[in-house]
């Protein structure tokens, strides 16, 4: 997952500050050094770095902190709270003007993902209850509409467009078109192209003139290194950004570029792409961000992929049967397929707390085939010894292995994952019980 | 990560040490510095972008200008962004001490070398510069165009096409948008200037409309395109292209896929498969997996080369979209972690921007820029 690199770095960083009871001025400056370092090779910006590190430290040096009981701890809160004021504090709203249709222009580099982005970004805007229409202004990639069209087609969205004709001529024309097809946002899908490419940021330039947008969002690619700051800064010298999508996040990138943009251009982030599926599209909480990027997991985020994708009675019935610990076999094999269709699982581990670093030998078991396996597996036991895991002896084994076309082996994995799962799971309610005893978070209803 | 526990030896650590004091205190003062530098920066990016203009019209005049300064043109931003500072770096820094090299450090990590190589580079610098019993700023150029023309310089760039058995067989592969399927348009047209008989085969059969961009590319080249339906298997699509190939007499087959991201294990998987296929049907093949890495890419490139390495056996990267700002300083820590050479480089829209990588023309163009400035 995007961030686990530096996830790891400062993890380790941390955990020798929080070990000592005395932090002295020393100590702190030596764990800043090493965050820099972290953070450069995680791709922030150079001068990103020194100010972000400048700040912690003159907040960290500070006579209260040091002097804290916890002052490991402490400079960690400072570390999030920094880090999350870089990334812009709040997660930020699409801001659509009154006026109809509403205008949104995604610009960016060649191969960010503009395409499949205003895609996404349609598919968001029709859950909403939006009409948004797709407008094809890249007229030089080959087959880009021909690209935009597919797409439109499977979200269901009208997809207007005009040939190779003047990007300028198309855009202005959509807006036509969508007041008169009762369209209420309009999208422009603009072409690729190089930020120092004169000629080409004057064709944007013409464009935000001719039909003066809304939002115009930059699409910067999650894994681009120091020459984001480079690109961010000439698109919005250009054109007066008004936010930034941040694509590919759901690849092993440490995602410095997500910590510089903010701070060079002043937009803020505000959706993020995680995946190929159209609706791989989510609001970039930078609070939640920063949780993650410390280690600290992501339980909000986790809480509300949930709730959008479990039935609420299950899942009640299933938090019962977790906090009474009569979690069975069933119940797990029923838990692995909804947890899947939640996402990646190794992506939805990692957002609880405490969990990123243990889950690193865990993640290559679990894949699809793996889940074929474990199902076969299953049902292949008695229902006695789905309900008790316990009773399944060598024999049994023997036969649940031949029954299910796996090797012992394979049974007695599936057995310890289980049993691990079952832990896991323990861990989670005690946390969360606990958290919601303190306050500080709203009381969770889990639905493992 | 790795860096700190490759520096464990005692005595190495007591340096780290030491340099890092020296990093900071040079920080402090290098953030006074730079506010002045930048309004001079400001003024040379003006005066350059005018230059790079010049280049542009006299290139559209004189379309077969030498291949040495079409690439120094192409690379005239790569430059003016290592090489000015250095450059600048050697000016001001008359004499070799331990700020000089701090900041050398600093512009290699800005131009995406990355952490360790750039300390490592440095170090080397520091070292034969020592050795050299070199004082003065000015030669250390030398030394530092010698260090990274060594880094890129040590392996073979020349494509493996000339094959006993045809068809030879590219397979090219990559992260999303890296800039695959321009890529082999431009590829298929270089090997078609060559009198080589090319054929396509549409191996993204996943992204909406890869096979249409392919087919586009196809026809303005002028070579044949093997496609099955968007949603076929790659597998068979890779398959039915290579017997086509052997079919036809083709020289030349390439083959393109989807873009993954390196950490999604089942796409992974697939691509192994289809180099499995593909080795099956030709023993000797894929003669060549090249790896299409965008030079705006920070250090995740690392990650890419190292897992796609894994999965098909990468045998050399095309380096994309050097026409840009970007640094492509990434290019040294592939090369010398993973032992990977970077082949081609793309430096343009055009279908005749696709280059053979250079390392000596690469390094001396790299940190030439400032003197031609002057």
């Known amino acids: 997952m995007a961030f686990e690199g530096l996830t790891d770095r400062l993890q380790d960083i941390f955990r020798k500050l929080r070990g000592k009871g005395k932090i002295t001025e020393e100590d702190v400056k030596v764990a800043m050094r090493e965050v820099r370092l972290a953070l450069l090779e995680a791709d922030v910006n150079f001068k990103v770095v020194k100010d972000f590190i400048n700040r912690v430290k003159d907040r960290a040096v500070g006579q209260e902190v040091l002097q804290s009981l916890t002052p490991g701890q402490q400079i960690i809160k400072i570390v999030y709270d920094e880090m999350t004021e870089l990334m812009g504090g709040k997660e930020s709203k699409l801001n659509l003007g009154s006026k109809t249709p509403s205008v949104i222009m995604a610009v960016g580099l060649q191969g960010a993902g503009k395409t499949t982005t205003v895609a996404k970004l349609a598919k968001t805007l029709v859950k909403q209850g939006r009409r948004p229409l797709l407008v094809a202004c890249d007229v030089y990639r080959p087959a880009a509409i021909k690209q935009l069209q597919v797409l439109g087609e499977q979200i269901g969205v009208p997809v207007f467009s005009m040939g190779q004709n003047n990007p300028v001529d198309i855009a202005r024309a959509s807006l036509h078109h969508a007041k008169s097809n009762n369209r209420d946002i309009v999208i422009l899908d603009t072409a690729g192209r190089l930020h120092i490419n004169e000629e080409l940021m004057e064709e944007l330039k013409n464009i935000k003139e001719a039909v003066n947008p809304d939002e115009i969002l930059l699409v910067v690619d999650a894994m681009t290194g120091q020459d984001a700051v480079n690109v961010a800064e000439a698109f919005n010298n250009d054109l007066g950004l008004t936010g930034v999508i941040l694509t590919k996040l759901d690849g092993d990138t440490r995602g410095g570029a997500a910590l510089s943009v903010k701070a060079v251009t002043g937009c803020p982030i505000k959706y993020v792409g995680m995946g190929e599926k159209l609706d791989a599209l989510e609001v970039f909480h930078p609070d939640r961000m920063a949780s993650r990027i410390l280690g600290m997991g992501d339980i909000l985020t986790l809480v509300e992929k949930a709730q959008a994708s479990f039935d609420e009675k299950k899942a009640r019935e299933m938090e019962r049967k977790i906090r009474k610990q009569e979690f069975t076999l069933e119940d797990f094999l029923e838990q692995m397929q909804q947890v899947r269709a939640m996402g990646p699982l190794e992506e939805i581990l990692g957002m609880i707390p405490g969990l990123g670093k243990q889950l690193k030998g865990m993640k290559a078991e679990f894949d699809e085939k793996e889940l074929a396996h474990i199902e076969a597996i299953i049902k292949s036991m008695t229902p006695e010894e789905r309900r008790n895991p316990e009773i399944i002896n060598g024999s049994r084994k023997k036969r649940i292995a031949r029954g299910s076309g796996t090797r012992v082996q394979d049974v007695n994995r599936l057995l310890k994952q289980f049993e691990e799962s079952r832990k896991l799971m323990k861990q989670i309610t005690d946390l969360t019980s606990k958290k919601g005893k303190k306050g500080g978070l709203p009381p969770i209803k889990f639905p493992f | ?374």
């Open chain 2, 1 to 374: 990560m790795a860096f700190f526990d490759r520096f464990k030896g005692k005595k190495r650590e007591e340096n780290e040490e030491k340099r890092k004091e020296a990093n900071i205190k040079a920080e402090e003062d290098r953030a006074e510095k730079t506010a002045n530098d930048e309004a001079k920066e400001r003024e040379e990016a003006l005066l350059r972008k005018d230059q790079g203009k010049e280049g542009e019209e006299e290139r559209k005049e004189n379309k077969r200008a030498g291949f040495f300064e079409r690439f120094k043109q192409s690379l005239s931003k790569t430059r003016a962004n290592i090489g000015d500072k250095i450059v600048n770096l050697v000016k001001t820094n008359k004499k070799l001490d331990d700020d000089f090299y701090e900041e050398l450090e600093e512009i290699l990590i800005q131009a995406d070398v990355g952490v360790e190589t750039s300390l490592e580079l440095v170090e080397n610098i520091r070292k034969s510069a020592r050795k050299n019993k070199i004082t003065d700023s000015e030669k250390v150029m030398d030394l530092i165009k010698e260090e990274t023309a060594r880094i890129l310089g040590v392996y073979d760039t020349s494509l493996r096409v000339e094959t006993d058995e045809k068809p030879a067989v590219i397979l090219v592969v990559g992260v999303n948008g890296a800039g695959k399927t321009t890529s082999i348009a431009k590829l298929a047209y270089r090997f078609k200037q060559e009198n080589k008989k090319v054929l396509l085969a549409a191996g993204d059969t996943f992204r909406a409309a890869a096979i249409d961009q392919l087919q586009i590319w196809a026809d303005r080249v002028g070579v044949e395109l093997i496609k099955h339906q968007e949603g076929a298997d790659p597998g068979a699509v890779v398959f039915d292209a290579i017997n086509a190939a052997k079919a036809r007499k083709a020289d030349i087959l390439i083959i393109d896929t989807a873009g993954r991201l390196q950490n999604k294990t089942n796409l992974m998987k697939e691509i192994s498969k289809v180099r499995n296929i593909i080795e099956r049907e030709i023993p000797s093949a894929p003669h060549e997996v090249l790896l299409v890495i965008d030079a705006t890419t920070g250090q995740n490139a690392v990650s890419q080369a190292k897992i796609f390495k894994e999965a098909t056996g990468v045998t050399g990267i095309i380096l994309t979209k050097l026409d840009g700002t970007a640094k492509g300083g990434i290019v040294l820590s592939i090369a010398k972690e993973l032992n990977i050479p970077v082949k081609l480089v793309g430096i343009g829209e055009g279908m005749e921007d696709l280059r053979t990588f250079d390392p000596v023309l690469f390094a001396e163009a790299l940190l030439e820029a400032g003197e031609e400035n002057e």
